[in-house]
Structure formats: structure tokens, C-alpha cells
């Protein structure tokens, strides 16, 4: 069941240029979406989410783009830093569809690897 | 920054053996989760608990699995007779009220022999 898809395993960028990681979903119910970035043996952070009313939040060096008509999110950081080389998952949920679950639909991961 | 917690760090048990993983969520949370994560494969949902009881569960939560919040502050995944297929690493998560995000613990590293 692949509600949610990075098509990128890995990603490649020289420190202090954009990184930009994609994210597609196919079930139009879902209206909140999150990204997580993971490193080895640590459970997913939370890095930066955005609701489907909008199209844009930016958090720093972090900004998530949603296109509702593409089903489609992309995360950008700008400048990226060899601290930022971990997997980074794209996450959605559909809020309020069978009462308070929230649960979250994961993509398989992008690994960025930021060179310095 | 309060965080989630999960005890152990990894679980080796015999298959056939019941395993109960444990964790103790942000304190003002009140939406629980349990995600697992088999070696090269997504995190997956297995179950939500909200004002003490199961609001969802997936499919893969069948009988074997339970989940209980014993005393107000330990949130606890129990596989009462786990399989070979149930390694995995197991995720809690919690958030709090309205729009807000899950936040993870690091997982326990579930190792069935």
C-alpha cells in the first residue's frame, strides 16, 4: 500500500546548497503532512509539518511546499550543513477520519548526505 | 526539551516467548502510538490509544498484541507469544492536544531467535 512515496533513496549536496527532498501521496483524504529526519539508532525527530490549508511553512532553514493539486511536498533547507546528513521521512495523516487516531502514513526515506 | 522514552534499548527473546516493551511518553501528552519498523522496510502504524482505551489498531495488531497504560505515566506494547516475523524495531510516540505533532522514542530493537 504505497499512500505515501519518496522515489529518491539518497541525495547528494555540497554543504551550504539547497537540498531538496520530494514527497508524493495518492489518497486525497490525507490533510496534514510532517517530515522527520532519523539517525541511526534514534527514533524519528520532528522537523517541520504543514496542514493542508496551507501551501508553504518555513521554519528557519527548513521550508515545506505542498502542491494539493500534485499531491505533492517537497522539504528544502537552505543552507545545508554536514549535520543535516541523516534519512529524512515524509509523513502523512488524515485528521478527521475515524476519530482521534491521527496515525501517520510513512515514505520509505530519502538519506541525505551532505558533503562538506 | 521533554522527550519520550523507551526501555529496553534492544529485547532478545526466544520465539514463543511473551516480550512487553515499555515506554513513558511526554507527560502532558495524552495521544498514544506504537509504530514498528522492520529492518529495510517503512514505519508502519500498529495501534492509537486515547482516554484509556484503543481508538485504532492496524491489521498487523492481531490478538497476540496488547496495549495497556498501567499507572498514569508508562505506556506499554505487549506481544504475548512473539514470532520470528516480529523482529523489528518498535517506535512509541505520543502528542498532545489540537494540531500538533507526534514525537518518538528511539525505539526498542525487538530480536526474536
Known amino acids: 500500500d504505497q499512500q505515501v512515496k519518496q522515489n529518491s533513496p539518497s541525495l547528494s549536496v555540497q554543504e551550504g546548497r539547497i537540498s531538496i527532498l520530494n514527497c508524493d501521496y495518492t489518497?486525497?483524504?490525507?490533510?496534514?503532512f510532517l517530515w522527520y529526519k532519523k539517525y541511526p539508532a534514534e527514533g524519528p525527530t520532528f522537523l517541520i509539518s504543514?496542514?493542508?490549508?496551507?501551501d508553504k511553512n518555513e521554519d528557519g532553514r527548513f521550508t515545506v511546499f505542498l502542491n494539493k493539486s500534485a499531491k505533492h511536498l517537497s522539504l528544502h533547507i537552505v543552507p545545508s550543513q554536514p549535520g543535516d546528513s541523516a534519512v529524512y521521512f515524509c509523513?502523512?495523516?488524515?485528521?478527521?477520519?475515524?476519530?482521534?487516531?491521527?496515525?501517520?502514513?510513512f515514505g520509505t526515506g530519502t538519506l541525505l548526505a551532505v558533503q562538506p | 526539551e521533554p522527550e519520550v522514552t523507551q526501555t529496553p534499548s534492544h529485547q532478545v527473546t526466544q520465539m514463543g516467548q511473551e516480550v512487553i516493551l515499555r515506554c513513558v511518553p511526554i507527560?502532558?501528552?495524552?495521544?498514544f502510538y506504537w509504530y514498528r519498523q522492520i529492518l529495510g522496510q517503512k514505519v508502519e502504524f500498529l495501534v492509537s490509544?486515547?482516554?484509556?482505551?484503543?481508538?485504532?489498531k492496524s491489521e498487523i495488531f492481531d490478538d497476540q498484541f496488547s496495549v495497556e497504560r498501567p499507572d498514569g505515566s508508562n505506556f506499554t506494547l505487549k506481544i504475548r507469544s512473539t514470532k520470528l516475523e516480529d523482529s523489528a524495531m518498535y517506535f512509541c510516540?505520543?502528542?498532545?492536544?489540537?494540531?500538533?505533532?507526534?514525537?518518538f522514542g528511539d525505539g526498542t530493537r525487538l530480536s526474536i531467535l
Open positions: 510516540a505520543s502528542r498532545g492536544e489540537g494540531n500538533q505533532p507526534q514525537h
Open positions: 489518497n486525497s483524504m490525507f490533510d496534514y
Open positions: 504543514i496542514s493542508s490549508i496551507k
Open positions: 509523513a502523512a495523516s488524515a485528521r478527521f477520519i475515524g476519530g482521534a487516531t491521527n496515525k501517520l502514513i
Open positions: 507527560s502532558n501528552h495524552l495521544y
Open positions: 490509544f486515547y482516554n484509556n482505551e484503543i481508538s485504532e
